[in-house]
């Protein structure tokens, strides 16, 4: 039976910057695997860029004097045929808008798109990320394509995005490279791949270096699909990138909640997580307390820590009454507990219990998970895993 991607649709889908050689070098290594296996010839190729990507790209398709007239690309497919391998319905790639696919964001005034050419803000890079997960759920909802994606280009936030869209969105059958180039062929200008034509490139110190001995190979950057761990938040439509993220984080926390037993201690500040102790200041163990009690007893969520301070504060007022009255020594005498928290107070104690749930460590990581945090004002722990001591 021939392998796998000889009966699919392979898509090389590459985030690019100012490096057009990127795709030039990926292709070459994949024809080439370092491990002598079968030779991978994508079917197409797919960059996602910017407008000042876009533009170096086009290189690609610029006839090269180097060349004897040859642009890079198709000095690159006539290399590839001489060697035996047949492109042909293979390497579809040019200078469209289906190839060369540019980000773009919209105003949120007027609505009106644009095509980016940076990533310089947050918002810019919020559109990347709605931009590369829809390209990246397009390619994979096809099961007779296989997605080969490499992020050795563009700017790191780019390939650190496209990362997570394999992760949200891949499947086993796909893969995510980098390529690597030997020195100083890595960012030498001419170098497009080693059996590339022509004479041999002058680098910046003026000293002639032959391509043919560049080193390019292909690494395998692991990740782990979660698709089948989410089947019903990755299988509705994309969406957009952060609301995908907080569906998939709501399903950790459901999931590790289902796995933590808590012990809350009522006469002393601490708390068991799984068996690992972990030592609380008074205010912090008022916070987690509150909130324990809560999701213990089924009462309804709280949508913010404003609407959760006023029972808190209540909370901490009937607890500082039912405090044994001669004993001095009782963590409901203390002082901090005298005024009411606020929400900077909220804020900074639960980040305070993270860091140490996971000073704590072994299990008792796990209550970062499931804390309180902006958005969601609830433990995410099942009542009958909640225990009160």
């Given amino acids: 039976m021939p392998p796998l991607h000889a009966m699919s649709e392979i898509v090389l889908l590459a985030v690019t910057g100012m490096s057009p050689a990127i795709l030039t ?41 180097s060349f004897a007239g040859l642009t890079p690309w198709a000095a690159l497919r006539q290399s590839l045929e001489a060697q035996g391998l047949d492109l042909h319905g293979r390497l579809r790639f040019g200078e469209t808008g289906d190839d060369l696919r540019v980000i773009t964001a919209a105003d949120p005034a007027s609505g009106i798109s644009r095509e980016l050419a940076d990533l310089r803000t947050p918002s810019d890079n919020e559109a990347a990320a709605d931009f590369l997960l829809e390209t990246v759920r397009s390619i994979v909802e096809n099961p007779d394509t296989i997605l080969i994606a490499s992020l050795a280009g563009g700017r790191k936030t780019m390939g650190a995005l496209l990362y997570a869209c394999l992760t949200l969105s891949g499947r086993e059958t796909d893969r995510l490279t980098h390529v690597l180039v ?56 994309a969406g957009s990138f952060l609301r995908l993220l907080e569906q998939c984080r709501h399903g950790v926390r459901s999931t590790v909640g289902q796995q933590l037993r808590l012990e809350v201690e009522t006469s002393r500040p601490r708390v ?14 008022l916070v987690l307390q509150f909130f324990a009690i809560r999701a213990r007893e089924g009462e309804v969520r709280l949508g913010s820590y404003d609407e959760a301070l006023v029972d808190l504060n209540e909370f901490r007022l009937r607890l500082r009454q039912e405090a044994p009255a001669r004993d001095w020594s009782d963590w409901r005498h203390h002082g901090s507990l005298d005024r009411d928290l606020d929400q900077r107070d909220m804020t900074r104690l639960l980040s305070d219990l993270r860091r140490k749930a996971l000073r704590a460590g072994g299990e008792a990581a796990f209550l970062c998970d499931v804390l309180p945090s902006k958005g969601r004002c609830a433990l995410d722990v099942p009542p009958s895993m909640i225990f009160l001591k």
Avoid: C, M
């Avoid at 030592?279 to 163990?285: G, N, Q, W």
């Fill in 25 to 65: 070098e990926t292709v070459w290594a994949l024809a080439h695997p370092a491990d002598g296996s079968e030779p991978i010839i994508p079917t197409r190729i797919i960059a996602v860029t910017t407008t000042r990507g876009r533009d170096e790209l086009r290189r690609l398709f610029r006839p090269s004097e």
């Fill in 182 to 237: 030997s020195e100083p062929y890595e960012s030498l200008p001419g170098f497009w791949f080693p059996d590339q034509p022509g004479p041999p490139i002058v680098d910046r110190r003026g000293e002639s270096v032959d391509p043919a001995k560049a080193a390019v190979t292909i690494a395998e950057v692991p990740f782990v699909p979660l698709r089948n761990l989410f089947q019903r938040e990755l299988g509705q439509p």
């Fill in 272 to 285: 068991v997580v799984n068996g690992r102790v972990v030592d609380l200041s008074p205010r912090e163990h």
